[in-house]
């Protein structure tokens, strides 16, 4: 693992540096991704925006199936490599983090001013009134509704959907908006919706400004991810990946690491925040 952590942790060192995350940063939290050795192939086509909006019947499995593996995800807590990202960041050596995942985790290890990219699942917006409230007083409110729902979730994706028998799924119950009884929907950009473009440009912002561009645990497989990793490249920042398994942005990297986030990450922190202390005068010590 020292002969991986050196170049990486020689690189981060000048400071400035973008995150990009990905599903493969939550996997050692017991969020799988979609296509890392962790991950399982997606079980069943994913809900497109179009879709929940316009079918009763698709947007009740929605709900269904999230109600269930939103339990899954509201019992995640970060792992060590959210940790080690926080601990580089309130040192000053990561100015700024982009995640594509949409389970809260950077926050909860301590993270500050993370952009999320797709959202979080756990808050719920009305697309009637706009209003927007947690996701844990909607799952009070499912359960409220569906006292003997009684299906179990094997497996979770890392947007919270899970599979899910068609005849459990007929017996679910969905509740509206209690302001004005408008559609309820995860604060999250499903298939076929766009992320809002001030939030895009945010990022491109962010990632102009950067020394280096340090992406953590994506394939970079869809361009919602990827287009920050080209605009890198076209801007002369340096791109570093690090991810289990082959991306589509490694042609524009100046190092590729294969090896666990969670194991990596925090021998980096250890290495450069030891490195760091000296800078310390003694009278700050105390």
Known sequence: MQELVEPLAGLVAAGEVVVLSGAGLSTESGIPDYRGPSGVARRHTPMTYQMFVADPVARRRYWARSHLGWRLIARATPNSGHHAVA???????????????????????????????????????????????????????????????????????????????????????TVDCLACGGLLKPDVVFFGETVPAARVQSCFAMVER?????????????????????????????????????????????????????RLLPAVADRLLGALAPVVSPAVRG
Not at 117 to 137: I, M, P, Y
Not at 229 to 256: E, F, K, M, S, W
């Open 87 to 173: 601990r580089l960041q309130q040192a000053g050596l990561v100015s700024g983090i982009i995640t594509q995942n949409v389970d809260g985790l950077h926050s909860a290890a301590g993270s500050r001013a993370v952009t999320e990219l797709h959202g979080r699942l756990d808050v719920v917006v009305c697309l009637g009134c706009g209003g927007r409230t947690s996701r844990a007083e909607l799952d009070g409110r499912l359960r409220a509704a569906n006292p003997g729902f009684g299906g179990q979730a094997v497996a979770v994706n890392p947007d919270g959907d899970v599979a899910l028998a068609e005849e459990q799924v007929a017996a679910f119950r």
């Open 210 to 262: 950067a020394r280096l561009l340090l992406v953590l645990g994506s394939s970079l497989t869809v361009m919602s991810g990827r287009r920050f990793v080209v605009r890198a490249a076209r801007r002369g920042v340096p791109v570093v990946i690090v991810n289990q398994g082959p991306t589509r942005g490694d042609g524009y990297a100046c190092l590729r690491v294969d090896a666990p986030l969670g």
